[in-house]
């Protein structure tokens, strides 16, 4: 069984930051790309930030100099460091990784069961 198990939302002060966490566990091999995507009420899901096996990064322009993600693929664990966070970047945020599961056979790409951002004074 592929598990994705996310911690450290929560609510924060406009200009205040945050660390979230999520780490892979199971009958995995990899993961390879990991990511974070966030979904505001009444909007699409969207992407936040990615990064490779490599550790090359892609960001949505919107956090760019704000958010930082980074991994320890000895843990098999990603990580979002987010600064200077604004009320717009409330939502709730998942985790994503494309990873080989060995019960399943085969690579797919498996979600967090998310975690609540609010930023709000």
């Known amino acids: 069984q592929v598990q994705l198990v996310e911690s450290g939302g929560g609510l924060v002060q406009p200009g205040g930051s945050l660390r979230l966490s999520c780490a892979a566990s199971?009958?995995?091999?990899?993961?390879?790309?990991m990511g974070w995507y966030r979904q505001a009420p009444g909007k699409q899901r969207e992407l936040v930030a990615t990064?490779?096996?490599?550790?090359?990064?892609r960001y949505v322009d919107s956090v760019k100099g704000r958010f930082t993600i980074s991994r320890d693929n000895a843990k098999n664990t990603v990580y979002l460091q987010m600064n200077s966070l604004k009320p717009e970047d409330t939502a709730i945020y998942f985790c994503?990784?494309?990873?080989?599961?060995?019960?399943?056979?085969?690579?797919?790409?498996?979600w967090g069961q998310g975690t609540q951002v609010t930023v709000s004074s």
């Open positions: 994503n990784a494309d990873l080989f599961g060995l019960a399943a056979g085969g690579w797919g790409s498996y």
């Open positions: 199971g009958s995995i091999v990899g993961p390879k790309a």
């Open positions: 990064i490779t096996n490599s550790g090359s990064t």
